[in-house]
T-cell receptor, first 113, second 113 residues
Framework: SQTIHQWPATLVQPVGSPLSLECTVE??????LYWYRQAAGRGLQLLFY??????ISSEVPQNLSASRPQDRQFILSSKKLLLSDSGFYLC????????????FGDGTRLSIL | AQSVTQLDSHVSVSEGTPVLLRCNYS??????LFWYVQHPNKGLQLLLK??????LVKGINGFEAEFKKSETSFHLTKPSAHMSDAAEYFC???????????FGAGTILRVKS
């Protein structure tokens, strides 16, 4: 069966520091991969979307970037964190067929001090 | 454009009584619809999905939902609430491109003992 791993579970970082969050999927090939941010009271916001290695689509302009160096690895990064980057970050995967559900990792709670 | 409206931001029920979480959708095509559950500081878990097969969809943990095209609704129900059902629930519709999702604002379910 397929599993998705996301780490770390919690992270506290100072303003201006770099960020790297990693997500890996097991048990499937060529998945679609997604990064979301969930801020309190604001629902889920799609940040990045990838259909293959090196293929990244950004949904909103921001201080973050994403990369997909391997088929089942998705990384969310920032060179300099802002206070507004605080939130709950979720990685998800879906089969590369249209209209399939997405399956989520357990998330990373990011706090910026 | 596709959209989802969850009609209640909070629902409170007593343990052992029925649960009804209401969702209306707007779509210019025959959509795929999903319900997800999120417990505190966890990722979203897929409860059930509708993909144009049977209009009554059964999911995990005793939940089910009925797709009503004439009412553009996809309400989530459960005959008897359990304390462990207390969580936030999201109604979700697929976007036209088939690879992204549109999330409702969420309904927080409280279960009283």
């Amino acid at each position: 069966s397929q599993t998705i791993h996301q780490w770390p579970a919690t992270l506290v970082q100072p303003v201006g520091s770099p960020l790297s969050l990693e997500c890996t999927v097991e048990g499937t090939s060529n998945p679609n991969l997604y990064w979301y941010r969930q801020a309190a009271g604001r629902g889920l916001q799609l940040l990045f979307y990838s259909v293959g290695i090196g293929q990244i689509s950004s949904e909103v302009p921001q201080n973050l970037s994403a990369s997909r160096p391997q088929d089942r690895q998705f990384i969310l990064s920032s060179k300099k964190l802002l206070l507004s980057d605080s939130g709950f970050y979720l990685c998800a995967w879906s089969a590369s067929v249209a209209y399939q559900p997405q399956h989520f990792g357990d998330g990373t709670r990011l706090s910026i001090l | 454009a596709q959209s989802v409206t969850q009609l209640d931001s909070h629902v409170s029920v007593s343990e052992g009584t029925p649960v009804l979480l209401r969702c209306n959708y707007s779509s210019s095509y025959s959509p795929s619809l999903f319900w997800y559950v999120q417990h505190p500081n966890k990722g979203l878990q897929l409860l059930l999905k509708y993909t144009s097969a049977a209009t009554l969809v059964k999911g995990i943990n005793g939940f089910e939902a009925e797709f009503k095209k004439s009412e553009t609704s996809f309400h989530l129900t459960k005959p008897s609430a359990h304390m462990s059902d207390a969580a936030e629930y999201f109604c979700v519709v697929s976007r036209l491109d088939g690879n992204k999702l549109v999330f409702g604002a969420g309904t927080i379910l409280r279960v009283k003992s």
